[in-house]
């Protein structure tokens, strides 16, 4: 099993990476919260990757940390109805901080904004996960890190200010890797906000 891949970073887009690793150049599908998070082309990258091999085809899905990958095998493993597909879809339109604590406080009005999930799909992700989730894990070289508590009061206080979920979402991780992992809560909203 293939379990990280580390190496030179080819090209990327919005939802893959190519990483040329002792000559092969291996395709894998990423959410954009990853992909925010790579180097420019041509330097050193690490991402955690799942292998998923079915009768027709096969396809490597990576991410910035370790934590990001465990959150992915979780979800497609453990939650019926949701694909490798739906569950990066997910991890896109918000970081895990984000999707964690909605799953751990049965939030689910945040979750069924994500794309391909409805109200029957968050709540059985809720039902499925809730008390399951625990523990971060540090990202990969290359990666920015991901972003703990002061990143998810932030995004509540964003949303508490009328911003929907993915927006705020998408403003505090900018803020965080703008003003780094340890900064306060305040600070991340204000950047947010100058956004």
Known sequence: MIVAIKGKLASSTLLTAVVEASGIFYEINIPITTAEL???PGSEVLLHTVAIYREDSQALYGFAS??????FKTIIEKVSGIGPKTAL?????????????????????????CPGIGKKTAERLVLELKGTLSGTQAPAAGCAPESGGNASDAVAALTALGLKVSEADKYVRAAVQKLGEDAPTEALVKFALSK
Do not use: Q
């Not at 370790?66 to 959150?71: C, H, N, V």
């Not at 879809?89 to 069924?112: E, P």
């Open 89 to 113: 879809n997910m991890m896109s339109r918000m970081s895990v901080s984000t999707l964690r604590n909605s799953i751990s406080s049965g939030d689910v009005a945040t979750l069924s904004k």
């Open 66 to 71: 370790k934590s990001d990958r465990d959150f």
């Open 38 to 40: 790579l180097p420019k």
